[in-house]
């Protein structure tokens, strides 16, 4: 069910690629686990774009007992408020989407809703491309069964502007 949803989703925005202003990819490690983020943001105005996101990370597992997690991926929309000097650009950017997570083995899965609160910084390498670093805040909300909870992730982040 969450693989036709997310499939809905995107195809849903397909129409909409052409408006595409900015591109932002990431990548990080959190206690050995990788992660992955991908963000398209529609921006007409210097001070704030919208767009989506998505973020995945693939099962860790337990080298140490304390670094153990499943996988999760998140899909959603965020808005994103850009400030900062010339050559810098911070944004914070509150969100929300849809967080699908596995516990550690792959015995159970939940697909639920929560937030994402995103805070960056990247500075200007060219006139259209941006280098910086990148914190997530992903929580679910619902939660059924009992796991999941939250993400905190830092991310190396590359922006490129059209």
Same mark, same amino acid.
């Given at each position: 069910m969450?693989?036709?949803? /997310? #499939?809905?989703?995107? @195809? !849903?925005?397909?129409?909409?690629? *052409? *408006?595409?202003? /900015?591109?932002?990819g $990431?990548? +990080?490690?959190?206690? +050995? ?5 991908? &963000?398209v ?5 210097? !001070?704030h !774009?919208? %767009? =989506?996101?998505?973020?995945? /990370? ?12 499943g996988?999760f991926?998140?899909?959603g ?5 850009? #400030? %900062? ?9 509150? $969100? ?5 997570? &596995?516990?550690? $083995? +792959?015995g159970?899965?939940?697909?639920? #809703? +929560?937030?994402?609160?995103? @805070? %960056? ?6 006139p259209?491309?941006?280098? =910086? ?9 619902? /939660?059924?069964? $009992?796991? =999941?909870g939250y ?5 190396? *982040?590359?922006r490129?502007?059209f």
């Amino acid at each position: 069910m969450k693989y036709i949803l /997310s #499939f809905i989703i995107l @195809v !849903s925005a397909t129409p909409s690629l *052409a *408006a595409i202003t /900015s591109v932002q990819g $990431g990548f +990080g490690m959190l206690n +050995g686990i990788f992660n992955l983020a991908i &963000d398209v943001d529609f921006q007409k105005k210097r !001070s704030h !774009s919208f %767009g =989506g996101y998505l973020i995945y /990370s693939p099962e860790k597992d337990a080298d140490p007992p304390n670094v153990s997690r499943g996988q999760f991926w998140s899909l959603g929309v965020d808005l994103k408020a850009f #400030f %900062g000097p010339r050559n810098w650009k911070m944004y914070v950017a509150p $969100g929300v989407g849809i967080i699908s997570y &596995d516990t550690v $083995g +792959g015995g159970q899965s939940e697909t639920s #809703f +929560g937030t994402l609160l995103k @805070v %960056g910084s990247l500075y200007r390498l060219a006139p259209n491309m941006y280098l =910086g670093l990148e914190q997530m805040f992903l929580q679910t909300w619902f /939660s059924s069964k $009992g796991f =999941g909870g939250y993400y905190l992730l830092t991310n190396l *982040a590359f922006r490129m502007n059209f």
